[in-house]
């Protein structure tokens, strides 16, 4: 069973929220704990209410307040937070196209694990954000056989439940060929299967060719294919077999093998927050033998370490 860390406060009142958060935010310092106490106790919906009844109540944007009186990645975390899903995917992609250098491990980590209505959604997010459109940007931002693979996602046109055992084998051979060949045309051959196929076909597809190459796919794409284009056909394969497993390898490597590379654990947890985050807590403890929540514990410090925290939802065993 699938499960996130952040569920629908009870009895909740975004009246008495908003009053909080504003005499919280309104005062000589900045009631951070209360800040953390209210945002990251109530689901995204929750907290679309309580901005709502924050600006009745004061006149004023809870966003743009936030944004003004918090800092560094406490900050990051407090507004992240108040944006609904599609909004803060595609906030995320724009600043991970548009900074001084493009950041693909955000592009990879979204569009490779995105449903198509979630695709969907986002698009609209980033169109009326942005005023532009995410396909274009991504042409315009990233080069060669990545680029593409990334527009192909951004299409949101996967198969859906869909699977057919008889066509598997031959998709498995055009899979194999295209690690053999590695030709232009074998490369979109390739991304084509890997982006468009339901996840249930890939599932049949990548037992296929382990049977015909003796070979696991990601071993084969890692052997034959090098950069963001081999990341985000290995990204793929695995969202395919165990998203949570996936995330789960994104965090422990963005806190361990970039010396904590703040963006992405933040991005990844208020993402997953309420969809998985549970479930990604699990296979890091079960893969990576410290849990999650003794990781974030030892590499971040003050209201940012209780922000992630709280989120993550961790247990005192859990330290």
Request: net charge negative; with cysteine.
């Amino acid at each position: 069973q699938v499960q996130g860390t952040i569920f629908p406060a009870p009895n909740f009142s975004p009246v008495m929220d908003a009053q909080l958060l504003g005499g919280a935010l309104q005062g000589i310092s900045c009631e951070k704990d209360v800040l953390i106490d209210i945002l990251t106790q109530r689901c995204n919906s929750q907290r679309l209410m309580i901005a709502e009844a924050y600006r009745d109540m004061y006149g004023r944007d809870l966003i743009t307040d936030l944004k003004e009186n918090l800092s560094h990645h406490f900050k990051e975390v407090m507004v992240g937070l108040m944006y609904p899903p599609a909004s803060y995917d595609a906030h995320e992609l724009w600043h991970a196209l548009k900074g001084v250098d493009t950041e693909e491990k955000c592009l990879i980590d979204i569009l490779a694990s995105r449903s198509n209505m979630e695709i969907f959604q986002m698009k609209e997010a980033y169109l009326m954000q942005y005023n532009t459109d995410l396909q274009q940007d991504i042409d315009a931002e990233t080069s060669g056989h990545f680029r593409d693979t990334l527009i192909n996602l951004a299409q949101g046109t996967r198969m859906e439940g869909y699977a057919d055992p008889s066509t598997a084998a031959q998709d498995a051979m055009i899979l194999w060929e295209a690690c053999q060949q590695k030709t232009g045309e074998h490369k979109t051959m390739l991304q084509m299967i890997l982006c468009n196929k339901s996840y249930q076909q890939l599932w049949m597809v990548f037992q296929e060719f382990q049977n015909l190459s003796g070979q696991d796919i990601v071993d084969a794409i890692n052997e034959c294919y090098d950069g963001y284009f081999q990341e985000l056909l290995v990204a793929i394969v695995l969202c395919v077999r165990d998203k949570p497993s996936y995330f789960a390898y994104r965090l422990y490597s963005a806190i361990h093998d970039f010396g904590f590379h703040n963006k992405t654990v933040i991005r990844i947890l208020i993402a997953r927050s309420e969809i998985d985050l549970m479930n990604i807590r699990q296979r890091y403890k079960e893969r990576y033998g410290k849990s999650l929540f003794h990781d974030i514990k030892h590499f971040a410090s003050g209201h940012y370490e209780s922000a992630l925290l709280a989120i993550c939802a961790g247990d005192g065993e859990d330290y």
